[in-house]
């Protein structure tokens, strides 16, 4: 395999290139956009609607340490220590090793799957409980210190991290944690985070793009695998979309045997795309919203349901991905998408900053729901996420093996390419009826914010137009890969996402 990757060859630009997101123009304005709307967010979320005075909106910018130079280097320090902790923990942590889709060297020859390291799962539960016990403890600045300086163990380290948040806080925070601690704030130090959200999604957008730079100069090593959309000769898309398929910390992971150490041989297979896209922005998603829930019982003197109620679903949403990490392995974000601007960006800076905004919403606007509304719309999330999940197992047990006990009553039909399409259970309802139960769920977080405010609301509005450019996409690849045979799939289920 290590020959065949070699043959990776760098393309000269191509006009007639099949280029995505609006080509290199739109690559360009989607990377200069969406910051903005990382920090507009933020704003209307404090203000509690949107506004388009310059004047308000540099006010909250200023008061929310958009221009105090303490609030940054604290927000790099605690970014760095929040990636490296992560990394940390997938090296050290026990995982399983599971192999992903065949896929083509660059320049031809034979197919090849490349492994990967999954203990998602259990990095989600080892971060929260590091976490909350490290919350719990009401040590003095002083014993934090102290902790700081002898962290040596991997729950250790995670603690330096809190605790340096708390030793690096300016006045007027450390003044805030006191008065925190004093109402009987659930977890203290974390309402740090809600200080810190804006200088902290600024610092995280920066941190991507220039992790993004680095993904892009790697891509011309020797023997990078390249992506089939990410290689147009046109830097400026590539950089977006990305350039490389697979980008790895040990470039041949199938050299490494148990001759060397058990963190060597974890490293070995540690893929940085499937690492972002599931592990630091999911579960930093999780720990900022108990920041939220934290801050808003400090700001209000309770925790309202409606927060209580956004915690779980939205915990239940990324707990589910991190406990079904191998189904990721199938999806086009790691078999065709190159790793670029598109998906560092979108993992670590998009996901945790513009998912957490209902959060940031509720601890100055309480919608005060009724326990009749919350009920409802916990209904409406346990609808979406038996949808989603359902059609999701459904598909991935599918996929791996179409012809085992569990697929012998479904339906399909058999292509050319010796592959087989599901027409059955929930993929017979529509093509993308996974999506439906994802977006269900979005809006039932949303409507935690009651009716007061269209900002929470961004999130079902994004993702709508999102699902929809992403089946487009599929339909696009879909009919690329299967020829006629899509056709004939798509008069068997010619509804997309319901029927």
């Known amino acids: 395999m290590t020959k065949q990757r070699e043959k990776a060859q760098t393309t000269n630009f191509d006009t007639n290139f099949d280029y995505e997101f609006g080509g290199p123009v739109g690559a360009f304005a989607t990377m200069c956009s969406l910051p903005v709307v990382i920090v507009l967010l933020i704003l209307w979320a404090d203000l509690g609607y949107i506004s388009v005075d310059f004047d308000e909106l540099e006010a909250v910018f ?105 030793s690096c806080a300016s006045p007027n925070q450390t003044q805030n944690y006191f008065y925190a601690v004093s109402f009987g704030s659930p977890f203290p130090l974390l309402s740090l985070l809600h200080g810190l959200l804006l200088p902290l999604s600024i610092v995280t957008v920066v941190f991507s793009a220039l992790v993004s730079v680095l993904l892009y100069v790697k891509s011309f090593s020797e023997g990078a695998v390249l992506a089939p959309g990410g290689d147009s000769g046109n830097l400026v898309y590539d950089l977006f979309i990305g350039r490389e398929l697979n980008p790895r910390l040990v470039k041949d992971p199938e050299t490494s045997k148990s001759k060397h150490s058990y963190v060597f041989n974890n490293l070995a297979h540690f893929d940085l795309k499937e690492f972002f896209e599931l592990k630091p922005g999911l579960i930093a998603w999780v720990v900022l919203n108990l920041a939220m829930l934290s801050a808003q019982h400090s700001n209000l003197g309770y925790t309202s349901g409606s927060m209580v109620l ?59 729901l009724s326990l009749p509304s919350l009920a409802l719309i916990a209904c409406l999330n346990v609808l979406g996420y038996k949808i ?54 979005g809006l039932s977080w949303c409507l935690t914010c009651g009716f007061g405010s269209v900002v929470p609301y961004f999130y079902a509005i994004y993702f709508a137009i999102l699902l929809v450019h992403r089946s487009i996409r599929d339909d696009h690849f879909c009919a690329v890969k299967y020829g006629d045979d899509w056709g004939r799939y798509k008069e068997k289920v010619p509804y997309r996402f319901v029927p």
């Open 388 to 441: 989603f999940r359902g059609a999701n197992t459904q598909k991935d047990v599918f996929r791996r093996n179409p012809t085992s006990e569990a697929c012998k009553d479904w339906n399909y039909i058999d292509t050319k390419r010796g592959t087989k399409l599901l027409t059955s259970g929930w993929w017979g309802v529509a093509r993308k009826v996974n999506y439906t139960g994802d977006w269900l769920m």
């Open 62 to 166: 200023v008061s929310l340490g958009g221009t105090n130079l303490a609030s940054y280097n604290l927000s790099v320090c605690i970014l760095l220590k929040w990636v490296a902790g992560c990394v940390l923990l997938t090296a050290l942590l026990p995982c399983t090793i599971h192999s992903g889709v065949q896929i083509s060297p660059t320049g031809g020859g034979k197919k090849f799957s490349l492994k990967y390291l999954l203990n998602g799962h259990l990095q989600f539960w080892t971060t929260l409980l590091t976490l909350f016990l490290g919350c719990s403890l009401n040590f003095n600045r002083k014993l934090l210190a102290d902790c700081t300086q002898t962290a040596s163990t991997t729950s250790s380290y995670l603690s330096y991290f809190t605790a340096s948040a708390s």
């Open 310 to 368: 956004l915690n779980l679903n939205q915990a239940l949403y990324v707990w589910d991905a991190l406990y079904n990490e191998i189904s990721i392995l199938t999806t086009m974000d790691i078999t065709t998408d190159g790793f670029g601007f598109m998906l560092m960006f979108g993992d670590l800076a998009w996901v945790p900053f513009t998912y957490s905004i209902q959060g940031y919403y509720l601890v100055k606007h309480d919608p005060m």
